[in-house]
């Protein structure tokens, strides 16, 4: 296996952005770091549980994976466009209840996010399972993927707070950018 093309793609696919990195820094410019890092934590156990279901269920799923892709599409497009309605009618004058920086949110978010699905039924199979089949090599390639992943999601959060008093100042302009951001991801899973 070749180390440096698996962290690379690892490194790339996680740290662009994607639906649950744009929600991320939409969290921290609304609601602060510790609800970013709660629904960060929610979306690394996700990240992690698919993967290790990925590694498992690679063989039984090559025969119906199309299905699934397509359904996870359909699903995942509506989700993203819901949460882009959101971010861009939220109202930061008021004060309100935040729903979206939960822990189950970011946990609910990696199962209808079509970039992690995709990545986590693609990685397994394209960079591990060629070279190593022992379950001890499985898990630590699942760990050290799903530790990328968080590295990436954490990224994201210390952009957000360090440009959290530039991203407030425009707030209205900001929801609007990743609303477009979030709808735009949502159309290109079908593209």
Known sequence: MNI????????????????????????????????????????????????????????????????ILIIMQIIGSFYMFYLAYQIYKMDTSKPTVNQTGTFMSGFLMQFLNPKVLLFTMT???????????????????????????????????????????????HTRAVNVMMALFLAYAAVMIWI
Not at 37 to 64: D, H, K, Q, R, W
Not at 142 to 162: C, D, E, K, Q, R
């Open 123 to 169: 990685v397994i199979p394209s960079f591990i399972l060629p070279y190593y089949t022992a379950m001890p090599a499985v898990t630590i390639s699942v760990i050290t993927i799903t530790l990328i992943g968080f590295l990436a999601f954490i990224t994201w959060v210390l952009f957000g707070t360090i440009f959290k008093a530039f991203l407030q100042k």
């Open 4 to 67: 440096t093309s698996f962290l690379l793609y690892c490194i790339i696919i996680t740290i662009t952005p994607g639906p649950t990195n744009i929600v991320i820094l939409s969290t921290v410019h609304n609601f602060g770091t510790k609800k970013a890092m709660e629904y960060t934590y929610g979306a690394t156990i996700a990240f992690g549980l698919l993967l290790v279901i990925s590694a498992m269920l690679n063989t039984m799923l090559i025969t119906v994976m199309p299905k």
